[in-house]
Each structure stands twice: as structure tokens, then as C-alpha cells.
């Protein structure tokens, strides 16, 4: 990652995760390394089963994307490893949540590591990241529930969406309406129109535009103005 990361990538970066004081990213270091090479960079450790030593360095790294790598191969063998080791990904994860602290880190890994796992079991864990003080564990609950809406699991989506509907953080905003969003394209649409004609006019203006993103204008309108 060192031979190829990019200096003038890493400023880009940095200006655009937040890296600034005050900013949601403060304090974090780029070096200028993009997703697509990372996951070039990690393609062979995707086969080998994932042990939490071998990557707990990275993990814990100061360099965003060497957390990023550690997280793609954990979210790749979140998809493809036996229970045993799913498990084992899983408790790692939450285990570091401080460690995955900006939007990125939490979309390429929670849907597959903490959705897939919660998948066929108690949901109670989405529950208790929703309620914590730490954005990034909110974020994870609600963009972990991708993986169930893909499954045509929706009610925890709309629950959770409930439950965050006065976080007073944007990034958790645009998550509840992104997957609010996926829950009405890819399961069910008057789900979703019913869950807004309760909702609406309670929702954040951010979360209520990214879940009507896809309806006609008209629509758009009517449920905008409910608000």
C-alpha cells in the first residue's frame, strides 16, 4: 500500500472525508490509496481464512486505508467463510467499532459482517448499536440491515428508522434514507408509502429526500411537503 499510495490522492481524500477540525473525520491520515486498489491489493487474502492477529495491526492502523483493507477482507469473508469463522469476523468487529470511524469504513463492511451474521438470528445487536453515543455504531445498525432488505427482511429498517428519526447527526440521516430507499426498490414499495404517510412529516428533511429519491416528482412533492 506504502509503493502505491498517492500524495496528491491523499489531500483529496482528506478534504473529502473531513479530516479538518471539527470535521467527522478529524484526526484521521490518508496516504492516497483508492477502494479499487485495495481490493486488489487484498484479492489473495480474501481466500485464506480470516485470523484476527494477522490483521488486528491494521485494524487499529492511524492510516484510514489500511483499516479499509483490514475491513474488505473481513467483509469478503463475511460472504464467503463457514459459520465458525463468520462468527469470529463478527465478535472482531465489534470488538474495533472505534477503530471504523467514518462513513466508508462502515458501508463495506456492515452489511456483510454484522447483516449477514444477524441474518437468521436475534436482532437485539442492531438495537443496542442504535442506541449508542458513538455515530459510527448507529451507522453500522442501520446500513447492516442492507443485507436483510436484500434477504426481503424489512421491519428492522423501518423500526430502526423510528427509533433514529431525532439523531441529530446528517450521516445517520442519509443512512435511514438510503436504506428506507432500498426497502421500497428491492421488497416493497406501498411498504414503504405506508411507513411514510405515518412518518413523514417526523422524519429529517435529509432522510425523507434520499428514501422518496426514486418516486415520480408528484410524489416527491406530496411527501416533502408533509414535512
Not at 11 to 28: S, T
Amino acid at each position: 500500500m506504502a509503493a502505491v499510495a498517492d500524495p496528491d490522492a491523499a489531500v483529496v481524500l482528506a478534504r473529502y472525508f473531513q479530516v479538518r477540525p471539527v470535521g467527522y473525520g478529524e484526526g484521521d491520515m490518508f496516504i492516497g490509496v483508492k477502494l479499487s486498489t485495495i481490493r486488489r491489493l487484498v484479492a489473495a487474502h480474501r481466500r485464506l481464512p480470516f485470523v484476527p492477529a494477522d490483521w488486528w495491526d491494521l485494524l487499529h492502523s492511524p492510516v484510514h486505508e489500511e483499516r479499509l483493507a483490514a475491513l474488505v477482507v473481513m467483509a469478503e469473508r463475511a460472504v464467503r467463510a463457514p459459520d465458525a469463522e463468520r462468527e469470529l469476523i463478527y465478535d472482531t468487529y465489534l470488538a474495533v467499532t472505534r477503530w471504523i470511524d467514518n462513513w466508508d469504513l462502515v458501508d463495506v463492511s456492515a452489511a456483510p459482517v454484522v447483516g449477514g451474521w444477524l441474518l437468521t438470528r436475534d436482532r437485539t445487536p442492531l438495537y443496542t448499536l442504535a442506541g449508542s453515543a458513538l455515530i459510527w455504531e448507529r451507522r453500522i445498525a442501520v446500513v447492516a440491515t442492507h443485507r436483510l432488505i436484500r434477504a426481503g427482511q424489512t421491519e428492522d429498517t423501518y423500526r430502526l428508522a423510528v427509533a433514529l428519526r431525532s439523531d441529530h447527526e446528517d450521516l445517520i440521516h442519509k443512512a435511514v434514507g438510503w436504506m428506507l430507499r432500498e426497502a421500497g426498490l428491492r421488497v416493497d414499495e406501498a411498504e414503504l408509502r405506508g411507513f411514510l404517510d405515518a412518518y413523514a412529516p417526523e422524519l429529517p428533511r435529509t432522510t425523507l429526500r434520499y428514501a422518496v429519491e426514486r418516486f415520480p416528482p408528484d410524489q416527491r412533492l406530496h411527501y416533502r411537503q408533509l414535512r
